[in-house]
């Protein structure tokens, strides 16, 4: 996904071991197993680990939980996917973006281990991740899934400190099954016997079913919290704690349900973390891509004064929803700017479910391929579907940086732009972007 740094060490090991298994996804722990059990078992010599399953928000809540413990002066390591411009994102050492030298290195180790053997680039680079974090000292690990939970490479520590589900909504059905229900019950693979866990509150009756029925049949306690908004941001309350905190530093109303995940994992781990702390964390989060306001850069500098540059990688119903509440929450805004939308999916993802909810507030769009993925939805057939779902005024571009100039030849006066429907088109818009 998006560009590469240039010249990297790790770009050649990266490559080869792309080619060691046919299938992209695979579901499965044996290769997994089998390589750790060859290099040692890292991920059974890690500090305390938190581990984060869902389909939409468990990039944020890991991204809050990292502010918060580094807010109060802990080493944190990291393990997110997918990532949006260099494949360093994926993997932070006590705080740092893993670099270069050291990445190349952990490949390389693994690439011997796994002697060619088959196991798809997922696996493998969550072993190298198992190994990084095992070799530098810290105080927590936060662990994100890449796909469901059960099967997912990174389910493979026996004990984690706590367990987290946030928000279930369909996604990957080919992979995880056709109801919410099913996939609930995939993400709820990874919750462990008498290890606390965490659960977003689902809108949907089956999958909050699914979540406590596998929770329940494990022995995983259920632990209770909740969130709600005030007038200075938002109050969470607990069995530890009832505090007031002002709103998060990410975008949009959802992410006081993401940031109240975090505040309930935080209770479970063997780490002290003062209110000063969390509300610092809280206050100064960042996570490309999640309703992010593009201020500078080249794309963002092609837009006429008073117009605004948004990005999210959203690309699901719940991500849909979630846009569509904060498009009216600007529709009520002063002075009022209409909305117009930059589009491109994956050609596995479900268009009317994405922009259903969200094409009564947008005024025109403009379509476009996701460079570089032969998976890309093309941008004509995007058009239409975009069209199909209301938007009347929508048309193919060529790429992004056209169809901004497009837009703003189409709409007198300052209008907001939302560049939107793939994690892949965000990493080369920010990519581009500078």
């Not at 329940?216 to 505090?243: C, D, I, K, M, Q």
Request: aromatic residues 6%; negative net charge; contains cysteine.
């Amino acid at each position: 996904m998006g560009t590469k740094p240039e010249g990297s060490r790790a770009d050649p090991v990266l490559d080869r071991l792309k080619g060691l298994h046919p299938k992209v996804i695979d579901l499965s722990l044996d290769r997994v197993h089998r390589l750790l059990a060859a290099l040692g078992h890292p991920e059974r010599q890690l500090p305390p680990v938190v581990h984060v399953a869902g389909t939409n928000g468990k990039g944020s809540t890991v991204a809050f939980l990292r502010a918060m413990l580094e807010a109060a002066g802990y080493r944190v390591h990291v393990y997110t996917s997918p990532h949006l411009v260099r494949f360093h994102e994926r993997i932070r050492l006590a705080g740092k973006l893993i670099d270069d030298n050291r990445l190349a290195a952990l490949l390389e180790d693994c690439e011997v281990a796994n002697a060619g053997q088959p196991i798809t680039f997922f696996e493998v680079t969550t072993v190298a991740a198992f190994l990084a974090f095992a070799r530098e000292p810290a105080d927590v690990v936060l662990l994100e899934t890449g796909l469901g939970g059960r099967l997912d490479a990174t389910n493979v520590v026996d004990r984690p400190a706590v367990t987290a589900i946030t928000r279930i909504s369909y996604d990957h059905r080919q992979f995880l099954g056709d109801t919410l229900e099913a996939i609930a019950g995939e993400k709820a693979g990874i919750f462990k016997p008498g290890v606390p866990a965490v659960l977003a509150p689902q809108p949907q009756e089956e999958a909050e079913r699914a979540l406590t029925a596998r929770a329940a049949e494990v022995g995983a306690p259920v632990y209770n919290w909740r969130v709600t908004p005030t007038e200075g941001g938002f109050r969470f309350e607990s069995a530890r704690r009832a505090l007031d905190l002002p709103p998060p530093g990410l975008a949009g109303a959802h992410q006081i349900v993401n940031a109240g995940v975090a505040l309930a994992c935080l209770d479970h781990l063997p780490l002290t973390v003062d209110d000063e702390a969390m509300r610092r964390g809280l206050a100064a989060v960042e996570w490309p891509a999640r309703l992010q306001r593009l201020t500078r850069g080249p794309l963002a500098d092609s837009l006429s004064e008073g117009w605004e540059l948004w990005l999210d990688g959203g690309h699901n119903d719940s991500a849909g929803e979630v846009l569509a509440v904060q498009a009216a929450s600007w529709a009520k805004e002063e002075p009022v700017r209409p909305l117009l939308l930059v589009y491109g999916m994956l050609a596995s993802k479900e268009p009317q479910e994405f922009l259903g909810p969200l094409a009564p507030f947008v005024t025109a769009a403009r379509t476009v391929s996701i460079p570089g993925e032969e998976a890309s939805l093309s941008a004509e057939d995007t058009a239409v579907a975009t069209r199909a779902c209301g938007i009347a005024d929508s048309a193919a571009a060529e790429g992004v940086a056209e169809a901004l100039a497009d837009l703003k030849g189409r709409v007198p006066g300052p209008a907001r732009v939302l560049i939107c429907g793939s994690l892949y088109l965000a990493g080369t818009v920010l990519a581009e972007n500078g």
